[in-house]
């Protein structure tokens, strides 16, 4: 796959080969083009609604609403204590206009500064605090979890074949539970499913998980929550019945895309589970004290808030995902990096984009952008011919595994 990131002279990402152009957001009425235009601004004003922030921070987020309403794209403050990182991942996009940015680099740089007008980095009472926390808290509290805790009980009694199916199409549907997504229109309807997946590698999972010895699995979580319950319960499932050796739970460093998990949610969701009682109770027990003998370890690497593509990933994270018997990669966002930000032609084989990868990978996502690949031609002349915004209205699904 060509690197999206090898700079022409101008520091303009130049694409090397055939390999189609990376997605921008310079088309009004485009996807990418509504998340820069619409969903941002929108989550500004949420943020700024949902915490008493003082003066400062609310002028902070007045300056980045105009900012990326009119403006180009500015650097981080002079003693940003990760201003070195972000230069290194810089591609010369600060400096030029928001929508000329690839889509995937300017989204996760809008995180950043967002976290900066909150004060999430400064010395005083806002360090730390997650502006997206009142967000997550109640959806953790909310009637769908208690339903999705609840829907945990029929497990046991359902044989062993099916229980691994159900619990990993549940993880799969979890991540409709994301909240940046139904900031917008078009998300807010989110929740209806297709019955078929428009991929499904299934069988090609669990022999992975399954090989000859027992499996260390690297799980590289997506949304809090509502995600992040469902895939509790795999990862118990994989550590519990699979016999897996241990499970790597990659979650952001620091906030994300609103309701991507940090280290703080992955405690949340196992107390929930463990006060939930009936199986999630089980579950979350289990869980807790695979927590305390290390076979479930908890990592925030701070690649997993680059704006980069994992083509990119550095030396320490590829040794890790080399070391899995299984990387397990949820979500969309997860998906566009895996595979490359680009308008693939949605045959392209998965395999094809992901060779880089240093071990067996699979995606688990549903669809809420426009990139997808490894799909049939006829899924894609129907998917087409219903006229329906398939590749990004988080309806459809897919699991793509390259063994
Ligand atoms: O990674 P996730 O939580 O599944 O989805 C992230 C997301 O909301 O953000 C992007 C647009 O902002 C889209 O790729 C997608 O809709």
Redesign the pocket.
Known sequence: MADDDVRGRSGEPAVTSGDPPVIRSDVPGS??WS?LHD?HPALIRKVGDATPYGPDRRRALDLLLREITDGVIGPLERAAHDRELWESWDRGHVGRRWDDAP?LWA?SYFYRKLLAAVGYFDPGPWRGVDPFEPFKQAELLGKGVEAELRALDGVPGMPPGEQAQTLLQRALWG?QA?L??RLSAG?AQAGGRTTGLTADDSDLLWPAVDGPRPARICFVA??AAG?LLPDLALIDHLLHARGAREVLLHVKPTPY????AVPADVIACVRRLSAAGGRAGEVGERLWGAMGSGRLAVRAHVFSCAPLPYSEMPEDLREEFASASLTIM???????RLVGDRMWPPTTPFASAVGYFPGPVAAL??L??D?VMGLGADVVTELDAGGRPWR?S?THALIQVRP
Do not use: A, I, Q
């Open positions: 996807f990418p998340v969903r889509f989204e991540n994301d940046g997504f998300g997506d949304n995600e895309y609103v309701s991507d949820k979500g969309d966002l997860n998906y566009r996502r549903t809420k952008s990139v990004t988080g």
